[in-house]
Every structure is written in structure tokens, then in C-alpha cells.
């Protein structure tokens, strides 16, 4: 990186058109405006090749929740490819990053949830879920338990199984999404549909459609419900608190197994270690990623209770990935618990971080542009309308407000993402009241920009 540092912006602009294909982007328009390019990054914020400092209440990709530039985990990946940089977990073998990395998060995880299938990414991790949960009623004699129920607009990855378990119709129009067997209810999105935060008869209709879905298709049919504690890329839909107990009651009922993807969630984001933590739930089956590593490694996986793993573990699982516990990732992911529990980072996004965002939220809730706040711990959206009271939506020109504001908090060197007309934050962790008093302010500016 040191060489392509030292090229002008412009040239590695040119570069990047006619080379590079970026994920969920027209890659002509981008070519046509040039991406920004980032140079380096240190705590909350980001340098540009333009030597603009920017600051990142996304987190990355909401993974990087110890922040940039924690020289212990360079030097722990250094030291481990040194000491041995790869070697698989297949065929009888295992290593030690990986053996250390599955007891810790052994330990982290509540309930019973005792036994990690390491993997790649979020999405591996949920193409991992699918073939294990459908073999795990297959090797239970029950082989026609196969399908899924996951929410519209959920975001579970972009490979075919967890493209499939999402629920984004623009990623089902291409590629032949989603597979057989899968089926979509609605999400708690009280915001959109005129209800409360805390409304409670909300949050239990919402969590109805669970059992009508399993209904309709047959109990006995039904594998599996996925479902982000609080989803995130689909909008930072926060649910009444009636809606999460229900939903588990109602998978216990019907002998559903109930999966949380945690890959946003997971590892302090909502102010517990787990957001199922936070929604009062004890899911079968965790799907993690993102914060694992900070995003500082790639690795994701499955964390799975006794009683899944004491059937899987019976039969041979004819699945794995050859980066399925990489060496080099696990010790990363080591030492960022390592560093989480040492700094108290859970604790610290529980008791001062989050009472801190949501008094900026509340500044910003009076902006005219704000319709209303979903919060939890360091995950938030604002969704914008022109009218608060009825909740209305843009129309016209300003139909793309949330790519308007976008664009104005990248002007105001912020980075805040937008998911239809919802501006999104998800800073990292370790962000101090004061950085959420700046964060505040350049978001002010953003929004009267946009108005
Ligand atoms: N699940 C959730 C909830 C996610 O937000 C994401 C990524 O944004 C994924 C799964 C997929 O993870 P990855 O991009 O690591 O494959």
C-alpha cells in the first residue's frame, strides 16, 4: 500500500475503474465520479487520499469496533504467521488459535451454546446454518423439517444459501434467489407502519406472523426462523420488547429452531455482549462475524447449542471451508475479546457511549428532517420525512433523500449510511462523548444541508 499511497488520487481513480469491480455498486457511475479512496485510519477516523479526515460512525462495514490502529493486533497476526500462518482443521488435525478461540467463545456465549463451526465470513457462516440445521432434522429421522422462515428486507450475506435466507427483492431479482424452501414474514418496523417504539400489541402481531407462517406450512415442515436481534442493514429496526420473547416462545412451541444472527448484534453492539442478550432470548444457534475480528481478520462461524451439536457431531458434517478457523484470524479474533475484556468495552458502550448517542439523537430527533429514532446500545437510524407528524415519505427529487444526506455527510467529512430513506449509525465501540458530540454536530450539518 505504501506504493499506491504515493499516487495521486486521480490516478488511482483510473486505476480502480478500469480494474476493480466493487460489491453492491453501478460500477460505471462510480468510475464516473471517482471512489474515495482511503489512506490509513487511526481510532474513530479515517484519512483520504486527499488527506481529509473523516469520521467513521459506521464502523467500516459496523465491524471495526475497537477502532483503527491497534498496534497489538498487527503484531499478534504477525506473530502467529511466523509461528504457523496456516493449517487446516479438517481430517483429523487442529491447531491451537482455533482450539483457544472456540473455548472462549464457548464461555462468552449464554446459555448452552458451547460448540463454534468456524467459518469465513457472516454470509459462509449462514450457508454453514442452512446444511447444518437441515441435517440436523435429517439425522433426526425428520428429514422433510427443511424450511426456513426469515423477514423481508433482512440481510443475512450475499452467498446463494444466505442471499436466499434474506429478504432483499433486488438481491433475489438476480442470480435466481432465493432457493427453495425459504419464506419471508414481516419485519416489527413500528416506524413505518405508524406504531410506537414500546408498542406493545405492536411487537406481538408482529411476532403472530411467525406462528401463522409455521402454521401454514406445517410444523412439522418448519426447520428453522433467522432473524437479526435488531436488524441491521435492513434499517436498524429496533422491536417493541414484547416482539423477541414471543418469537422464541412460539419456536419452543412448535419445535422450531430459532438461529440469531449476531454478525452486527454480536460482541457489545447493543450494549451486552449478544444482542439476544438484550432481547431477553436464547437462541439455538448464534451466527457471528464483523466484530469477532474487529474486521482487523477475516472470520465468522456458528455457535451452536449441546443439543445440535450432540447430533452433528454423531454423523460426519460434509461441509467446511479451508479458512474454517484460519490460524491467523483466530488469533486476531483472541486478542480483540482479549482487549474488549481487559478495556471493558462492553461496559463501557452499556454505560457511557450509548446514553451519549442517544442524547445527540435526541438533539438531532428535533432537526424537521427527522422523523423519529430507532436506538439500540450503538446501533441507530433516523428515518427522514418531510412531515413528521404523518410519517409521510420523499417523493421527487428528494425520493433519494437518504443518498442526498449521504452525500452531505460526506461533504461534512462524516460517514453515516443510508438505507432507503433511513440514515444509519453504527460507530465504533470505543467511540467517547466527546467524539458523539462531534459526530452530533457534523450530522446537524448534514441534515440542514439536505433540507
Ligand atoms: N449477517 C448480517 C446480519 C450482516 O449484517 C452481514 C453483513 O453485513 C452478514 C450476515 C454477512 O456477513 P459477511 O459480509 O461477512 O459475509
Not at 268 to 280: A, I, K, L, P, V
Not at 431 to 440: D, Q, S, V
Request: with cysteine; charged share 20%; aromatic share 8%.
Amino acid at each position: 500500500s505504501s506504493i499506491t499511497n504515493h499516487l495521486p488520487t486521480a490516478e488511482l481513480q483510473a486505476l480502480d475503474a478500469a480494474h476493480h469491480m466493487h460489491p453492491f455498486t453501478t460500477n460505471n457511475e462510480l468510475a464516473a465520479k471517482g471512489a474515495r479512496i482511503i489512506t490509513r485510519a487511526k481510532g474513530i477516523y479515517l484519512t483520504d487520499s486527499d488527506g481529509n479526515e473523516i469520521l467513521d460512525a459506521m464502523a467500516g462495514l459496523w465491524c471495526v469496533n475497537l477502532g483503527y490502529g491497534r498496534p497489538e493486533m498487527g503484531k499478534v497476526a504477525a506473530r502467529q504467521m511466523d509461528e504457523l500462518p496456516f493449517y487446516n482443521t479438517f481430517f483429523m488435525t487442529s491447531h491451537v488459535p482455533a482450539i483457544a478461540l472456540a473455548a472462549k467463545l464457548a464461555e462468552l456465549a449464554p446459555g448452552d451454546l458451547n460448540h463454534v463451526f468456524f467459518a469465513g465470513s457472516g454470509s459462509e457462516a449462514n450457508d454453514t446454518n442452512l446444511r447444518m440445521v437441515r441435517t440436523y432434522w435429517a439425522q433426526k429421522g425428520q428429514p422433510e423439517k427443511s424450511h426456513f422462515i426469515s423477514r423481508n428486507n433482512a440481510y443475512h450475506g450475499s452467498t446463494v444459501g444466505a442471499g436466499s435466507l434474506g429478504g432483499m427483492t433486488y438481491m433475489h431479482e438476480q442470480g435466481g434467489l432465493p432457493i427453495p424452501g425459504i419464506h419471508h414474514i414481516n419485519q416489527p418496523d413500528w416506524w413505518s407502519e405508524g406504531a410506537e417504539s414500546n408498542d406493545r400489541d405492536f411487537g406481538l402481531a408482529r411476532a403472530k406472523e411467525l406462528e401463522a407462517k409455521i402454521l401454514e406450512l406445517g410444523a412439522d415442515k418448519v426447520a428453522a426462523f433467522i432473524a437479526e436481534p435488531v436488524q441491521g442493514a435492513g434499517g436498524v429496526v429496533v422491536p417493541p420488547a414484547t416482539y423477541w420473547p414471543e418469537i422464541q416462545r412460539i419456536c419452543k412451541k412448535h419445535d422450531v429452531l430459532l438461529i440469531a444472527d449476531e454478525v452486527i448484534c454480536g460482541f457489545g453492539r447493543t450494549g451486552n455482549w449478544f444482542g439476544s442478550q438484550t432481547m431477553g432470548i436464547t437462541p439455538d444457534i448464534m451466527t457471528i462475524a464483523k466484530g469477532l475480528s474487529s474486521g482487523y481478520a477475516p472470520i465468522g462461524g456458528s455457535i451452536v447449542s449441546d443439543k445440535i451439536a450432540e447430533v452433528i457431531n454423531a454423523c460426519e458434517f460434509n461441509h467446511g471451508y479451508t479458512y474454517s478457523g484460519h490460524p491467523v484470524c483466530a488469533a486476531v479474533a483472541l486478542e480483540n475479546l482479549r482487549i474488549m475484556e481487559e478495556e471493558s468495552i462492553v461496559e463501557h458502550v452499556r454505560d457511557v457511549a450509548a446514553p451519549a448517542l442517544a442524547d445527540e439523537l435526541t438533539m438531532l430527533n428535533e432537526h424537521p428532517l427527522v422523523g423519529g429514532v430507532n436506538v439500540s446500545g450503538l446501533m441507530a437510524s433516523l428515518p427522514l420525512t418531510p412531515h413528521k407528524e404523518s410519517r409521510a415519505r420523499f417523493a421527487g427529487n428528494k425520493g433519494d433523500v437518504g443518498f442526498i444526506c449521504r452525500e452531505n455527510c460526506f461533504a461534512n467529512n462524516l460517514i453515516m449510511r443510508h438505507v432507503g430513506d433511513r440514515m444509519i449509525i453504527s460507530p465504533p465501540l470505543v467511540i467517547t462523548p466527546e467524539e458523539l458530540k462531534e459526530f452530533g454536530k457534523r450530522a446537524k450539518k448534514a441534515l440542514d444541508a439536505t433540507y
